[in-house]
């Protein structure tokens, strides 16, 4: 089964840092992207920064500039700097993983941030 672990996490004061980590616990399939999305009370999911594997990234405009995506060993990472009150969210892993032709979507269960004095 496909396991999608998140860490890092937690509470954070303003101007702060944090660094999320995604490890993907898979067999055979094959990652083509992964990403991270952030859900906050009474908004919808959206999308912060997402990597295609061997590819580009792309980062959202609320984000650019402080958060940096990166991917490693079936990981993807999220450094988030200069943290605001309103990065203040639900942030979930995404993973893309391909058998052969047929592609599928698994979510992580989500790591709270709360950026707050």
């Known amino acids: 089964q496909i396991q999608l672990a998140e860490s890092g996490g937690g509470l954070v004061q303003p101007g702060g840092s944090l660094r999320l980590s995604c490890t993907v616990s898979r067999s055979k399939a094959s990652i083509t992207a992964m990403g991270w999305y952030r859900q906050a009370p009474g908004n919808e999911r959206e999308l912060v920064a997402r990597i295609i594997i061997g590819g580009s990234t792309n980062v959202a405009d609320s984000v650019k500039g402080r958060f940096t995506i990166s991917s490693g060993q079936n990981t993807v990472y999220l450094q988030m700097n200069s943290l605001k009150p309103e990065d203040t969210a639900v942030y979930y892993c995404?993973?893309?993983?391909?058998?052969?032709?047929?592609?599928?979507?698994?979510w992580g269960q989500g790591t709270q941030v709360t950026v707050s004095s």
């Open positions: 995404n993973a893309d993983l391909r058998w052969g032709k047929k592609d599928a979507t698994y």
